[in-house]
């Protein structure tokens, strides 16, 4: 049996078990013989994920649910894949990245990004389940309260165990952001309001998708939320912006005419 790494009492993620970067990280949650997984990745490192899970000991048919923080290509790729392998789970995820995966979208979803040449594939897939905010998914005698907290896409997820929260997309260890782009969906107050409401909850630790987990820190939370504000005022962000205060300036200066000095 191979020794198992928990990060936390109960959480286990795979990139830290493999001791290698197999993509985006990958919780498992267990309490007793019950598990489940919160994202699993790009497809071609799925059965590398379940053999380690299988040498950790853990029942495959005993995985009662493989959850989807969102439909982005990177997270769920494999989630097609990993259902035929864990025929005993429920696949679950918001109603938008349920929507995102049954039509196969690929622009949404990130597996097509004709300007730089990336197009890969995106499995279709019809989620057993959909879950959203208020909605709790059990695991042994462990309680996973689900959130709903867009901003870097409409349905990413955020899911609290005790003082512990997986937070997705929405914040990494270096204060980054999940990216913020148009046609993926991206809301910049909502995102705001995301990263609002995750500085002011009693998690103490941190457990993003992407990089090491990190102690909360409201400092860092309070930097990038005003940079994030700031973004809502930038034409750097395009349609995502809200406003663009230089073009109230000029209309001002429309107004009064061009001064060269
Ligand atoms: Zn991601």
């Known amino acids: ?18 001791r290698r970067r197999l993509g985006c990280c990958v919780y498992l949650i267990f309490d007793g013989t019950d598990w489940l997984l919160i994202d699993i990745g790009y497809e071609d490192t799925v059965t590398d994920i379940i053999e ?46 349920a929507r995102l995966l049954a039509e196969g979208d690929r622009v949404t979803t990130y597996a097509e990004i004709t300007a730089q040449g990336i197009s890969i594939d995106m499995p279709t897939l019809e989620l057993n389940q959909t879950i959203d905010e208020g909605d709790r998914l059990s695991i042994g005698e462990l309680e996973l309260d689900v ?62 998708s992407h990089g090491p987990p990190f102690r909360k820190d409201n400092e860092l939370l309070q930097s990038t939320i005003e940079r994030l504000s700031g973004y809502c005022h930038m034409a750097d962000f395009g349609t995502c912006a809200v406003d663009w205060p230089l073009m109230e300036e000029w209309d001002t200066e429309l107004a009064l005419g061009f001064r060269a000095d």
Not at 2 to 17: A, D, T
Not at 80 to 92: G, H, K, N, V
Request: hydrophobic share 40%.
């Open 52 to 97: 380690l899970i299988r040498q950790m000991d853990f029942p495959l048919a005993n995985c009662r649910y493989l959850v989807a923080t969102h439909a982005d290509v990177d997270h769920v790729q494999g989630l097609a894949r990993a259902a035929e392998l864990l025929p005993d789970s429920t696949t679950c995820g918001h109603p938008d990245a």
């Open 1 to 18: 049996m191979l020794e198992r790494l928990e990060l936390f009492p109960h959480v286990i993620e795979m990139n830290y078990q493999a």
């Open 147 to 208: 959130w709903h907290t867009p901003g870097h896409t409409v349905g990413q997820l955020t899911f609290q165990l005790g003082n512990l929260l997986f937070s997705g997309d929405n914040i990494y260890r270096d204060g980054c952001v999940g990216n913020i782009d148009a046609h993926h969906g991206s809301d910049i107050p909502q995102f705001i309001e995301s990263l609002v409401r995750i500085r002011d909850s009693d998690a103490e630790w941190l457990l993003p």
